[in-house]
């Protein structure tokens, strides 16, 4: 008898000790899905001064990076990845105002804007052509980093490529910096930009 006791009380303790190990493993997060960045991708900022409006743009991604999506049942999609940007590639279409933005980011302290994603509202259908999103962010600039919601709109190409298209005004200060100025002050430039950074991607489906 005691014996089958014994053998009873090890049986139940097995059994126990399985049962936080089944609640992980059914709130485990599903094998992520891969977007690889395309060269494609893009930064814009746009700005204005007391007397003009102006926009720089970094044109191109060189870096093969990945995105990876962790779907959840009834949960934001989470997002793992980043761009990561040189800043002495932005162009504002005007060499003195290209090198006002760069000397303003200080690019040569903090060379590189890198924008890592968090989560988004939802997976981008593939069987709606064009559809919106909202998502979280950080964007890491001048030595200060920031999160920020992020609202977006997404467009499935003919080839299968996902394009996400997100906006958010920003402040410089927001960043620490303060807005550039020009002969003696006469010219200002304001706090607010709008950044828009366009990513184009391709299915990993090794």
Known sequence: MNDQVKRLKIIIMFMLA???VSRLMAGNIADPIKW????ECTLKVNGSTNINKFSCIIPEYARPDTLLFYRKKNEPLQLSGSLSLDVQNFDC?????TSDLRKTLKAKIYPRIIIHFLNLSKYPDPDIKEGVLK??????????TKRFEVD?????????????IGTKQVNFSDFNISPPRKLGGMIKTNNELVVEFLLTMKLNTQ
């Open 93 to 97: 279409h005007n060499p003195v105002m």
């Open 152 to 164: 977006y709109r997404y467009i499935t190409l003919a080839n299968g490529n996902l394009r996400l």
């Open 135 to 144: 998502g979280a962010v950080t964007i890491e600039l001048a030595g200060t």
């Open 36 to 39: 690889i960045l395309t060269k």
């Open 18 to 20: 399985l049962i936080p």
